[in-house]
C-alpha cells in the first residue's frame, strides 16, 4: 500500500523559513495547488518551483544525485515523491527551532 510521503505544511513552512500563516496566505492567493496531483513525473521546472529554487540548481542536485530524476525519451522527469524525501533529508531531527538548512543559496 503507497504511503504519503508528502510533508505538512507546518514544516514546509519551517523550511522555508518563513511564517506558517504567511505560507497558506500564499496559496491561497495563488489558487491552491493548480498542480496535477496524479502526475508521477515532474519537469525539472516543476519540481524547482515546488521547493522554491530555480532549474539551474534544481539541475546541480540531480547532476550529485541529491535529487534522482530520468530520462524519458529526450526529457528529464523528476518523481514527484522525490522532492519532498529531499525536504525530508535536509530537515533536522530534535531541533524544534533549527537554524535552517542550507541549500546552497548566498545570503
Known sequence: MPQNTSL?????????DVPEDTLRAL?????????DSTLVGL?????????????????????????????VGRLRRIPAEAVGEFLARRTPTGDRHPKG???GTAA
Open 27 to 35: 496559496i491561497t492567493a495563488r489558487g491552491g495547488d493548480r498542480g
Open 8 to 16: 505538512p505544511l507546518a514544516q514546509i513552512a519551517q523550511l522555508l
Open 43 to 71: 519537469t525539472v521546472a516543476e519540481a524547482a518551483r515546488r521547493i522554491g529554487i530555480g532549474r539551474t540548481k534544481m539541475y546541480e542536485y540531480i547532476t550529485t544525485g541529491e535529487i534522482p530524476s530520468a530520462k
Open 101 to 103: 538548512p542550507d541549500f
